[in-house]
């Protein structure tokens, strides 16, 4: 069965910085899957973040290029999201995907004051 457990959020003021992480457990192979951040804001859908491949390929939504890095750890089967320039409109709850199980962790909360 696979967990996800996210860690690292909290409040910042715009222009900080948070580093969010995902620890996994339940996957085989970690290496070769496709790992995702989302997020969700008050009223709103979830939306895709950034994920990364095996290989270490990455994509990440317009909103946030430049700003946030998605990067994973084979060893420890863990991702993490690195978020600099925050910006108040980045504030919602972050959820890790495992994309071929479908999994969601509980999500962490990221607020982000002006």
């Known amino acids: 069965q696979v967990q996800l457990v996210e860690s690292g959020g909290g409040s910042v003021q715009a222009g900080g910085s948070l580093r969010l992480s995902c620890e996994t457990s339940?996957?085989?192979?970690?290496?070769?899957?496709?790992m995702g951040w989302y997020r969700q804001a008050s009223g709103k859908q979830r939306e895709l973040v950034a994920t990364?491949?095996?290989?270490?390929?990455?994509k990440y939504a317009d909103s946030v290029k430049g700003r946030f890095t998605i990067a994973r750890d084979n060893a420890k089967a863990t991702v993490s999201l690195q978020m600099n320039s925050l910006k108040p409109e980045d504030t919602g709850v972050y959820y890790c995907?495992?994309?071929?199980?479908?999994?969601w962790g509980q999500g962490t909360q990221v607020t982000v004051s002006s």
């Open positions: 995907n495992h994309m071929r199980s479908g999994a």
């Open positions: 339940g996957i085989i192979f970690f290496t070769i899957h496709d």
């Open positions: 990364i491949g095996r290989g270490s390929s990455t």
